[in-house]
């Protein structure tokens, strides 16, 4: 009895043993994925480490009286809000072709009255790529050219893939949807979870996506092969100029068990949402020099009425573009 004891507990250690060591495994920092990134796309002084290459856009933002219900943010009470914003691609190769599988971003400021701010930072994928910092510390470490090919090795990015699963829904999204023909004909997702808090304090969780009034639309297989490396920021400035881009708020309202703090796992589609606002932008030009050329789009950036949750990513993102920021500012 006592022999068979000890070889249950030998087994129990044994089973627990990778919990010992996960619990174990140091946590991830933020100067530590700003120096991967930097290992894996090279250091390209004064500019951002990740979301290198992009366009910048100004415009305004409407709130509606709907999402007022919700949230006592002033950007839902009706008024005008000047807006700044970035379009840009994943990665920090600042010379990436435009027709890369990659994610795209729009990053939006909303100059809010008496000096206020309200940041957002989304991606035209539904879900996020990481539940956690350790996993795209993984990828970005993953990605790193193999010196003799110029390219990452396919075994290394196998096997993360074979231990990362958190990892498998977005890559998957991307290899399945071929990218916008342009910025304007893509929807961009808030991908976490956030809460809105109201006039008599009720909380509401909820997740947000801009989706484009002119219908979203894809590069077709031919295109892909033809669009050329450098044509978004081109599109983004010609329309622009021709009219004004538009989209449409939609904020989807969570229910019991939806989770909240795991930004690679979409909601159910079924769940409630309402429009609360519509975007527009006016004009686009190059980043050079540009008002959003300085900006640090911090997700965590929030007025009063939007708060954030408990969601690992979303708070370690504050902390990588603050030391990818002060890197910028000094000149690094």
Same mark, same amino acid.
């Given at each position: 009895?006592?022999?068979?004891?000890?070889?249950?507990t030998a087994a129990c250690i044994m089973a627990?043993?990778?919990? +010992?060591?996960?619990?174990?495994?140091?946590?991830?920092?933020?100067?530590?994925?700003?120096?991967?990134?930097?290992?894996?796309?090279?250091?390209?002084?004064?500019?951002?480490?990740?979301?290198?290459?992009?366009?910048?856009?100004?415009?305004?933002?409407?709130?509606?009286?709907?999402?007022?219900?919700?949230?006592?943010?002033?950007?839902?009470?009706?008024?005008?809000?000047?807006?700044?914003?970035?379009?840009?691609?994943?990665?920090?190769?600042?010379?990436?072709? $435009?027709?890369?599988?990659?994610?795209?971003?729009?990053?939006?400021?909303?100059?809010?009255?008496?000096?206020?701010?309200?940041?957002?930072?989304?991606?035209?994928?539904?879900?996020?790529?990481?539940?956690?910092?350790?996993?795209?510390?993984?990828?970005?470490?993953?990605?790193?050219? $193999?010196?003799?090919?110029?390219?990452?090795?396919?075994?290394?990015?196998?096997?993360?893939?074979?231990?990362?699963?958190?990892?498998?829904?977005?890559?998957? /999204?991307?290899?399945?949807?071929?990218?916008? $023909?342009? /910025?304007?004909?893509?929807?961009?997702?808030?991908?976490?979870?956030?809460?809105?808090?109201?006039?008599?304090?009720k909380v509401t969780p909820v997740r947000w996506?801009?989706?484009?009034?002119?219908?979203?639309?894809?590069?077709?297989?031919?295109?892909?092969?033809?669009?050329?490396?450098?044509?978004?920021?081109?599109?983004?400035?010609?329309?622009?100029?021709?009219?004004?881009?538009?989209?449409?708020?939609?904020?989807?309202?969570?229910?019991?068990?939806?989770?909240?703090?795991?930004?690679?796992?979409?909601?159910?589609?079924?769940?409630?949402?309402?429009?609360?606002?519509?975007?527009?932008?006016?004009?686009?030009?190059?980043?050079?020099?540009?008002?959003?050329?300085?900006?640090?789009?911090?997700?965590m950036v929030m007025a009063d009425g939007i708060?954030?949750?408990?969601?690992?990513?979303?708070? +370690?993102?504050?902390?990588? /573009?603050?030391?990818?920021?002060?890197?910028?500012?000094?000149?690094?």
């Open positions: 009895m006592n022999r068979r004891k000890i070889k249950l627990l043993l990778p919990v +010992f060591l996960q619990a174990a495994e140091p946590e991830v920092t933020a100067p530590e994925v700003v120096q991967a990134l930097e290992g894996t796309f090279g250091v390209h002084q004064g500019q951002r480490r990740n979301h290198i290459k992009g366009s910048c856009a100004i415009g305004e933002f409407v709130g509606t009286s709907e999402a007022a219900g919700y949230s006592r943010s002033i950007l839902f009470t009706g008024k005008v809000v000047p807006v700044i914003a970035r379009f840009s691609l994943a990665g920090g190769n600042p010379k990436v072709p $435009d027709a890369a599988r990659s994610a795209r971003g729009m990053a939006l400021q909303f100059k809010l009255p008496q000096g206020q701010l309200q940041q957002m930072s989304m991606l035209n994928t539904p879900m996020f790529g990481a539940s956690s910092p350790r996993t795209f510390l993984d990828l970005t470490l993953a990605q790193r050219p $193999d010196p003799a090919t110029g390219k990452p090795d396919p075994e290394t990015l196998s096997a993360f893939r074979a231990s990362h699963p958190d990892n498998h829904a977005q890559a998957q /999204y991307l290899a399945s949807h071929n990218p916008p $023909d342009s /910025y304007t004909h893509s929807a961009f997702f808030g991908i976490h979870t956030f809460k809105f808090i109201n006039a008599q304090d996506r801009f989706v484009p009034q002119e219908g979203e639309k894809s590069l077709s297989n031919e295109a892909l092969k033809t669009a050329g490396a450098d044509f978004l920021e081109k599109a983004l400035i010609d329309s622009t100029a021709q009219k004004p881009a538009r989209w449409d708020m939609l904020v989807t309202i969570g229910q019991p068990g939806d989770p909240q703090d795991d930004p690679t796992q979409p909601w159910p589609a079924q769940r409630p949402e309402f429009k609360a606002g519509t975007l527009t932008i006016t004009s686009a030009s190059p980043q050079k020099a540009s008002m959003c050329e300085s900006i640090n789009f911090d997700p708060a954030p949750t408990n969601d690992p990513v979303l708070r +370690f993102r504050s902390q990588a /573009y603050a030391v990818s920021f002060g890197k910028r500012l000094s000149g690094q």
